[in-house]
């Protein structure tokens, strides 16, 4: 520890979602100095990767892109990307965080984001920030509102053909570069490290993500989105416009056989999102939500529930008890129904789409000693009351990292965790004065002690 180079900051943000872009703005506009620190190449979570948001329809990207902006500009933050946290530690009063820096195999600082390399690189290989539903190169930047700006390389996937190298105007591709550990000392800390969805391959009756035209929201959201794969909406398997769309709700919450009895809160929410949305993209569309309860629970949610219906969408209260493949590339679902009269059910739909459930996208146990709960989000020690706060002394919580949530309250709990922070970090202070004070007082009196002992 003592041979790696540390830094030394008033307050650290694990994770730079929505949360983390949120909670480091309202500390450094406090005049803190803040590490951010983000396991993606680029920061933005998964925001940034959605198409729209509910219930006003707006664009997500035009909320998310500014404040990245402003959380990479702000003279008082310092971002660390393209990292992973492999220890957090308490020692008296300051928060000691062991990281390691993935290599890029590209230089950051002589790295000037004009993709050349990019262009220049032969290969393809599928585009996990797309939803897999298409293709990038080896070398490239994550997407084009990315932060920072910067290239890395998949080496898995690297054919070490050197035309990278040879077309970089800046000689900024190193195929040599190692991973650097270094800490970061910090006085608080906020977990922000978000979600991640349930696997498509846990339940073997929805097809266990072998069936091609069954695919996840956030694989819809990318189709939805204006700067997605392929700037329409198509299904994957043949490119063919769908007529048919079904939402399977449920599809990775509240199942016991999965170990997850909680309701993730926003699957109905952006299930409703999407398919309003693809009324519009798709007029001539038959848009279906299979549903077991729809949970419109937030401001103007109802509502916005209502407009759904209102426009055509068709909600069937049903438990999709199987799925397969049809004819044509379609897809069957079989349920059974719980309103007139009920009975067994099958339809079949062009596209399918599961509304899976959250869960965490980082474990801490054996990196941090915060405790979490029976569902694996981290535990607050005060829900109703201060619900960012944990149990350890100095580190709060925000977001989906302590449960399910929205993104309104998301935001809203992101500035109550800056704002327990920035409490926490003035008491500090505050007890530093007055330590020195009583300091300063001892010392003058040892002084006089000793001006009288001496004559």
């Given at each position: 520890m003592d041979t790696q180079k540390q830094w030394h900051f008033d307050a650290l943000v694990v994770g730079a979602g929505i949360a983390g872009l949120q909670a480091a703005l309202d500390l450094a506009d406090q005049d803190f100095k803040v590490a951010v620190v983000e396991k993606d190449a680029s920061i933005g979570g998964k925001m940034i990767r959605l198409s729209k948001v509910f219930p006003t329809l707006d664009c997500a990207s035009c909320i998310t892109t500014p404040k990245m902006a402003a959380v990479a500009h702000h003279e008082n933050i310092t971002l660390f990307t393209y990292c992973d946290v492999r220890a957090i530690e308490r020692r008296q009063t300051e928060i000691v965080v062991s990281i390691t820096q993935r290599p890029r195999y590209v230089d950051p600082v002589k790295c000037i984001g004009c993709r050349q390399c990019e262009y220049?690189?032969?290969v393809y290989v599928p585009d996990a920030e797309e939803g897999n539903l298409t293709l990038r190169k080896a070398i490239y930047i994550p997407f084009s509102n990315a932060i920072p700006q910067i290239a890395l390389m998949d080496v898995e996937n690297c054919s070490l053909c050197g035309k990278c190298a040879k077309v970089c105007p800046t000689e900024a591709v190193n195929y040599f570069q190692q991973p650097e550990a270094f800490s970061i000392r910090a006085h608080t800390a906020i977990l922000s490290t978000g979600y991640q969805l349930t696997s498509l391959a846990q339940k073997k009756e929805y097809g266990q993500g072998r069936i091609e035209n069954v695919i996840t929201s956030l694989q819809m959201e990318r189709l939805l989105a204006p700067h997605g794969p392929y700037q329409r909406v198509i299904r994957p398997s043949d490119g063919k416009e769908p007529e048919t769309i079904a939402w399977v709700q449920c599809a990775g919450s509240r199942d016991q056989s999965l170990g997850i009895s909680y309701c993730s809160r926003v699957c109905c929410m952006y299930a409703i999102k999407q398919a309003m949305l693809l009324s519009g993209a798709l007029p001539?569309?038959?848009?279906?939500?299979?549903?077991?309860?729809?949970?419109?629970?937030?401001?103007?949610?109802?509502?916005?529930?209502?407009?759904?219906?209102?426009?055509?969408?068709?909600?069937?209260?049903?438990?999709v008890a199987r799925i397969e493949p049809a004819e044509n590339q379609n897809v069957t679902l079989h349920h059974e129904a719980m309103e007139n009269g009920g009975g067994k059910v099958s339809r079949e739909h062009d596209l399918v789409v599961l509304s899976l459930g959250m869960v965490p996208e980082w474990n801490p146990a054996g990196i941090c000693p915060v405790s979490t709960g029976s569902d694996a989000f981290i535990h607050t020690v005060m829900p109703k009351i201060a619900p960012t706060l944990t149990d350890l002394?100095?580190?709060?919580?925000?977001?989906?990292?302590?449960?399910?949530?929205?993104?309104?309250?998301?935001?809203?709990?992101?500035?109550?965790?800056?704002?327990?922070?920035?409490?926490?970090?003035?008491?500090?202070?505050?007890?530093?004065?007055?330590?020195?004070?009583k300091e300063n007082r001892e010392r003058k009196a040892t002084d006089r002690i000793q001006a009288v002992a001496s004559g």
């Open positions: 220049g690189c032969p001539l569309a038959d848009l279906t939500i299979y549903y077991m309860d729809i949970r419109a629970f937030g401001k103007n949610y109802e509502q916005f529930y209502q407009n759904a219906k209102a426009m055509g969408v068709e909600f069937i209260k049903a438990k002394e100095g580190i709060f919580v925000a977001g989906v990292a302590a449960g399910p949530k929205d993104i309104v309250d998301t935001i809203t709990e992101a500035g109550a965790a800056a704002m327990e922070a920035s409490k926490y970090l003035y008491e500090l202070q505050q007890t530093k004065k007055r330590g020195q004070k």
